[in-house]
Nanobody, 121 residues
Framework: QVRLMEWGGGLVQAGESLSLSCLAS????????MRWYRQAPGKNREMVAR???????DYLDAVKGRFTIAREKAKNMLYLQMNNLKPEDTATYYC???????????????WGQGTQVTVSS
């Protein structure tokens, strides 16, 4: 099944930018949509952004206008460009995908290990 790995997190000051990357390896089925989630300590995991193979995107209201999700399907890569970062963006960010394996008529969910983003004021 597909394996996801994220990188690009770090410690930045408020107002600065950061770019996250995710590599999807070993997929044998279709991945029609990929997503970024984040989880802060003591809070539930929330979806930050998603992108469909059609190019359609959706964003969490709190990040609209600041974050941009992009996918390079041929390179098996997913990106999240984060601009004008705020302290409330501090969280562990996770890459997510559903892989549909046609011959097994089975959908598998995959998660990356997470990358930490910390924004200081």
């Amino acid at each position: 099944q597909v394996r996801l790995m994220e990188w690009g997190g770090g410690l930045v000051q408020a107002g600065e930018s950061l770019s996250l990357s995710c590599l999807a390896s070993g997929a044998i089925g279709d991945i029609d949509e990929m997503r970024w989630y984040r989880q802060a300590p003591g809070k539930n995991r929330e979806m930050v952004a998603r992108i469909h193979v059609s190019g359609s995107t959706d964003y969490l209201d709190a990040v609209k206008g600041r974050f941009t999700i992009a996918r390079e399907k041929a390179k098996n890569m997913l990106y999240l460009q984060m601009n004008n970062l705020k302290p409330e963006d501090t969280a562990t960010y996770y890459c997510n995908a559903d892989e549909y394996i046609h011959f097994r008529r089975e959908t598998r969910v995959a998660w990356g290990q997470g990358t930490q983003v910390t924004v200081s004021s």
